[in-house]
C-alpha cells in the first residue's frame, strides 16, 4: 500500500502568484529576456562584423553540425552589408525563423562558445567595440539560466549586476521599469519542477498522473517550461503529464503584446482608450500565439521525451463557440502557409531563408501538419471545445489570392484578411480589454510606483487578487 495515494490520484498545479514573488517573477523576466537579447546581438556582430570576419566555412564546421538546420540563415549573414546589422539588432531577439524558442536559444548559445573558444569573436575597429566590451563574451557564456527555474532573489540580482535594466523612455513610462506595473507569476510548470526537485525519487517514482493548469500568464518563455519536464519523465516512465494552456486568461493574451512586450497595452491606458480596434482580440496575433507553443511542444519528442509522457490542451472550453471561432484562424493560417509555398513552387521562385521564413505567412516548417494532426484527433495536442474534423485547404487560399504577383502582395493580403477580422469576448469573460488590463497594477498603485521610480527609490506594490 506504500504510495498508493501517489498512484490513484491527481497531482495538479496551477500559475503561481504571490504579492512577495511579483518583483522577483519580473526581475527574473526582464533578466532572461535581456540576456536572450544581448547574446542574440553578440552572435550577429561576430557573424557580420568580426575581425577576422567568419566565413561560411568557419561556420559550419563550427555549428551546423548541430544546429543544421541554421545552415542558411548563418550563410545570409555572413555574405550581406554591415549596415544590416546596424537596421536589425534590435529586432532580431523577436525572431526565432520558424524553430522553436528553446531549440534557436540553443543555438545562439553554440554559436557564441564555438565563436568565443576558435578567437572569432572579435570586434575591435568595429561600431561594436564598444558595446562588446561592456558585455564581453566569456561573461555572457557565463549566464545559462534554465527558463522554468525559479531562481532567489539574490541569484536575480546577480545576474542584473552583469546584464542592468536598459532605461528606455516609452511615453511617460521607462520601459526597463514598466514590468514594475504588472501582476508576474510563475508557470504551473516551473511550480511542479520545483516540487519534483523537493521530494525524493522513492516517492516521486510513485507518482503517476499530474495535471499542469496554466491558467494565467507566467514569466520567462513559458512555453519553453516544458523542456524542464523530460528528465523527470524519462526518470519515470509511468509519469503522465498533462499541460492545460488557458488560451483566454493566458496564451492569447500573451501573444497580443508583441514586441515590446506590455507597451502597446500602456499606449492604450495613456491614450484613454482612444483606439476602439485595441479594445479586440486582433487576428493578426492569434497564429503566432498558438504556433510558439504547437512548435514547442513537438521539440519536446525530438529531445527524449518518453512516448505517451505528455499531452498539451489548448483550454477554452468556458467559451467554446467563440474558442472554436478563434481556432478557425490557426487553420487558416497554416493554409496560407501551405499555400505561400505552393505559389513560390508554381512561379519557380527559391526564396532566401530570411525571406521565407521571415514573412507573415510562416511560422514553422511543422506548423501546417501539426494543424491538421490536431484537427484530425491524432495529435498529443488537444483542444478542450469543438473545432471541426476538416482543415482549410491551401487551394482555397491560392484562388482567393490569384494575381499576386509577389511576396510583397501575399504580405499586404495577409495583413488586409488579418485586419478585417477581429473578436470580442463574451460573458463570461469580461471585454478584450478588461482581460489585458487585467495583467496591470490599479491605477493609483500604478501611479505610485512610478512616482517612486522617478525619485530613485525601489517602490513595493500590493496587486490585486487572482
Sequence with gaps: MDGLALKINTLTFSTAYSEDERIQAGRWDWVMASIARRKNCQVWAATLLGQPRITHTDVKDLVITRFPQFESLLKEWTSIDDSFFESKVYNIHTRCWGEPRSVYHGFINHALRCFYENGLDKFEGTVSEEWHSEYPTPVMLHLDPRPWCIP????????????PFERNLVGNYNHADMWKYMIHGFSATAVAIRFFQSISKTTFLQLRNVVLLEDRESVAYPECHAMGLIEFCQTNPLLHIERQVNIWNNLLLAGSEYFFGDVPLFDIIQSNFENESEKELQSVHIGKAFSIWIEEAMALYDNGMPSNSYTLIFDGDLVPDLSSSVFEVVKEEAA?????????????????????????????????????DIVEGTSFIRCNFPIGDTSWDAKQVLEMNQGLVNEYEWEDRWHEQRRALTFQTTPPLPTWIELRLSRVLPEEEREAAKSSLIEGRDYQVKAWEW
Design 152 to 163: 532567489s532573489s539574490d541569484e536575480i540580482a546577480e545576474m542584473n549586476e552583469i546584464v
Design 336 to 372: 496560407w502557409q501551405d499555400a505561400l509555398d505552393e505559389w513560390y513552387k508554381q512561379n519557380s521562385i527559391v526564396p532566401k531563408f530570411e525571406e521565407r521564413r521571415g514573412h507573415s505567412c510562416y511560422h514553422s516548417e511543422r506548423f501546417p501538419q501539426a494543424v491538421r
